[in-house]
């Protein structure tokens, strides 16, 4: 049946692009100039009666051209155009040359890499006991792109890339078994986070003290870094126009936020972060997360830490409106813990409780409840009343996935230099072993 999407011209190489993946190279479209988000209906309808910016034919034309030609023989083929094989070994060349290939096939992330040699390759693949063909996972950029299957081998060569000593091996696969990209693709620049808990953290020399955000740890840096190599190279994700639309980007995608939790520093009572997604202590394990943003806060008052807090997430506002994620150095938590609160749970459960939704936000996003308002029912009536810049006694969190109902969550790293902390809309994707790849 003959279809003609509507799609706004900075898409085009994204949707030609997956026509052809999909086994439609002629796929009929028309092109609305970009952006139509918040533009009002007159423009929107000059669009419609204007010239395709991408033919220069005039829409209409193109539309009713596009639903009244009868389809063509090779548009009525079925199945998906396979991508081809990429040889597993390049022809010599001087290492000069070498650099300069992988910088032109966009195989790195911009900075010089490793070359992934035989010999450095089969360095890496005797830190596990997987063989070099055993597949690890799948990944995609995102729906509606392809997922693409990698082995242990492939993953191999993209730690070497990125610096990765073989002890970290382990660390790296199961990242990759999750088939989470790092380089997710939307039009809002996503950055990710791995926050490693258990024994491999000391086994590898993670930093978790001073600094443990920062480029200050071979371990920290280059297991991040080799998560956003596999995205490219191994899961399709960050070719920009095509399968990485972020519009203006994140710094944070060059290492991902990558960390160890501070265990031994954890207040008495306060569980790991991996024994809260129900692993052992015993165990090691890689957490994952997603999201847009981090506030670095350092601000005192004689207001109680987990006060101002709270205050902070109550008027914190992002595009995910449920969760958060607070990383709080040891001096922070530690005086949260003496405040009364035994668990890393029981100061979430308050945060939920007790932060409120700044009115113009509140209102923004509850039509209905403003509608009922204005006819004077209650409580909502009241919450008018208020006023712009007034709190609404709503909590917008306690929607969390899985076992975490609060969506908030809690970890702590840092090296006790001073109370800071940092909170975002980070939220957690899932949580991967890392004995399972040793």
């Known amino acids: 049946?003959?279809?003609?999407?509507?799609i706004t011209q900075s898409f085009d190489e994204l949707v030609t692009s997956i026509a052809y993946k999909k086994g439609i190279p002629g796929m009929r479209m028309v092109f609305t100039p970009h952006p139509v988000t918040d533009r009002p209906p007159d423009i929107c309808r000059?669009?419609?009666?204007?010239?395709d910016?991408?033919?220069g034919k005039p829409m209409i034309d193109v539309i009713v051209s596009g639903l009244t030609q009868p389809v063509a023989a090779e548009d009525k083929q079925t199945g998906l155009i396979a991508r081809p094989p990429r040889p597993r070994l390049l022809e010599p060349m001087t290492a000069e040359k070498l650099d300069q290939y992988f910088l032109d096939n966009d195989y790195t992330d911009g900075?010089?890499?490793?070359l992934p040699t035989e010999e450095k390759v089969a360095a890496m693949l005797k830190a596990t006991s997987h063989r070099p063909d055993e597949m690890v996972g799948k990944m995609r950029p995102s729906d509606p792109h392809e997922a693409w299957e990698y082995t242990v081998?492939?993953?191999?060569v993209?730690?070497?890339m990125a610096g990765a000593k073989p002890e970290y091996f382990p660390a790296i696969l199961a990242m990759a078994s999750t088939g989470v990209t790092s380089l997710f693709s939307s039009t809002s620049s996503f950055a990710r986070?791995?926050?490693?808990?258990g024994p491999i953290a000391k086994e590898i020399k993670m930093n978790s003290g001073i600094g443990a955000m920062g480029p200050f740890s071979h371990a920290n840096s280059t297991i991040g870094r080799a998560w956003t190599l596999i995205s490219k190279n191994l899961g399709g994700s960050g070719k920009p126009g095509e399968t990485y639309l972020g519009s203006q980007g994140t710094p944070l995608n060059f290492s991902n936020i990558c960390f160890p939790e501070a265990e031994s520093e954890l207040p008495k009572g306060w569980s790991p972060l991996h024994v809260q997604k129900g692993f052992k202590p015993s165990d090691s394990v890689v957490s994952l997360f997603s999201g847009w943003s981090l506030n670095n806060v350092a601000w005192f008052s004689s207001m109680p830490i987990h006060d101002v807090i709270r205050g902070w997430l109550e008027h914190f506002f992002s595009t995910s409106v449920s969760q958060a994620t607070f990383i709080l150095d040891p001096i922070v938590a530690k005086d949260i813990a003496a405040a009364g609160f035994a668990t890393k749970e029981a100061y979430a459960d308050y945060l939920v409780k007790n932060t409120g939704t700044p009115a113009w936000l509140y209102w923004q996003t509850r039509q209905n409840e403003l509608k009922k308002a204005k006819e004077g029912v209650e409580p909502f009536a009241g919450y008018l009343k208020l006023g712009d810049n007034g709190v609404i006694p709503v909590s917008r969190f306690g929607r969390g996935r899985g076992k975490n109902r609060s969506g908030i969550e809690i970890i702590v790293t840092g090296g006790s230099t001073n109370a800071y902390w940092f909170g975002g809309d980070f939220s957690h994707v899932t949580s991967s072993s890392i004995d399972k790849w040793r």
């Open 46 to 51: 000059r669009y419609i009666e204007g010239k």
């Open 111 to 114: 900075f010089p890499i490793v």
């Open 1 to 6: 049946m003959p279809t003609v999407p509507v």
């Open 153 to 156: 081998e492939m993953v191999a």
């Open 158 to 160: 993209n730690a070497v």
């Open 193 to 197: 986070m791995a926050v490693f808990n």
């Open 53 to 55: 910016p991408v033919s």
